[in-house]
């Protein structure tokens, strides 16, 4: 839709249009744009929710009274939790429970015990695929193995090299976290029960160790020397919706 409104513009037809993915507007600087804080999918925040939509679109509208761009500014409200998300279940979490595995030894105290978590979604992950004919996960070229020990070398005291020279440090580290996002999307999708995706946020963010691992990353990536990791730190690790809540 940028490129569009490049063409558009050109004709002398003022656009403006709603980002999911602040990265890839800032690539395409389209003439303007408003970046909202929401799942993707959901570019007016939640369903069911008039007044909150109008409030977005209005804010969208609202950059065509800008003269000339390109323009990208935040929109500045998290979504309103919809009542149709919310656990089909015993509970509001998804059914996998883990417990806290021992420590084991290794570059970091996350990094054994995200393993371990990673190994046990495995077969769920891998019977969800098999049901849907395919899968998601692989953006990033790694295993879940790889992703996760990759996320979690950004904890120690010097963060890992770049092993992808055709990306900037926070690219590969933004596919690496996709990925695992994916991964555990469709670990829990296959698992008995139905949950929303706001509670299937909330699961991975606030009761997994990848969860934790990226909410300790988000913290410690903001002070990075690396300009592209501090972006991404700032822009995808973590909702800012989770970012207040505390973890179970």
Same mark, same amino acid.
């Given at each position: 839709?940028?490129?569009?409104?490049?063409?558009?513009?050109?004709?002398?037809?003022?656009?403006?249009?709603?980002?999911?993915?602040?990265e890839h507007s800032e690539a395409m600087r389209p003439p303007r744009a408003l970046w909202v804080p929401f799942m993707l999918g959901r570019p007016l925040g939640a369903p069911n929710a008039p007044a909150f939509q109008r409030d977005v679109l209005r804010a969208a509208l609202e950059l065509l009274e800008r003269p000339r761009g390109p323009v990208l500014e935040?929109? %500045?409200?998290? /979504?309103?939790?919809?009542?149709?998300?919310?656990?089909? !279940?015993?509970?509001? $979490?998804?059914?996998?429970?883990?417990?806290?595995? %021992?420590?084991? /030894?290794?570059?970091?105290?996350?990094?054994?015990?995200? !393993?371990?978590?990673? $190994?046990?979604?495995?077969?769920?992950?891998e019977l969800g695929a098999r049901r849907r004919g395919g899968s998601t996960f692989g953006v990033s070229g790694r295993t879940p193995e790889d992703a996760g020990a990759f996320v979690v070398a950004f904890l120690g005291e010097t963060p890992p090299e770049n092993d992808r020279p055709g990306q900037s440090l926070g690219q590969a580290l933004k596919l690496a976290v996709d990925d695992l996002r994916a991964f555990y999307e469709e670990a829990a999708a296959a698992q008995p029960g139905e949950f929303g995706s706001?509670?299937?946020?909330?699961?991975?963010?606030?009761?997994?160790?990848?969860?934790?691992?990226?909410?300790?990353?988000?913290?410690?990536?903001?002070?990075?020397?690396?300009?592209?990791?501090?972006?991404?730190?700032e822009r995808s690790l973590v909702p800012r919706a989770i970012l207040n809540r505390p973890r179970a």
């Open positions: 839709m940028s490129a569009v409104g490049h063409y558009l513009e050109e004709e002398g037809i003022a656009t403006t249009g709603i980002s999911l993915v602040r935040d929109y %500045p409200h998290e /979504a309103p939790v919809p009542e149709t998300d919310v656990v089909i !279940a015993d509970g509001e $979490a998804c059914p996998v429970n883990f417990g806290r595995a %021992p420590q084991r /030894a290794g570059a970091h105290p996350l990094a054994g015990r995200l !393993a371990e978590e990673i $190994a046990q979604l495995r077969p769920w992950r706001e509670a299937l946020m909330r699961w991975f963010y606030l009761e997994t160790v990848a969860g934790e691992a990226l909410l300790d990353l988000q913290r410690k990536a903001r002070a990075s020397d690396d300009e592209s990791v501090r972006t991404v730190a």
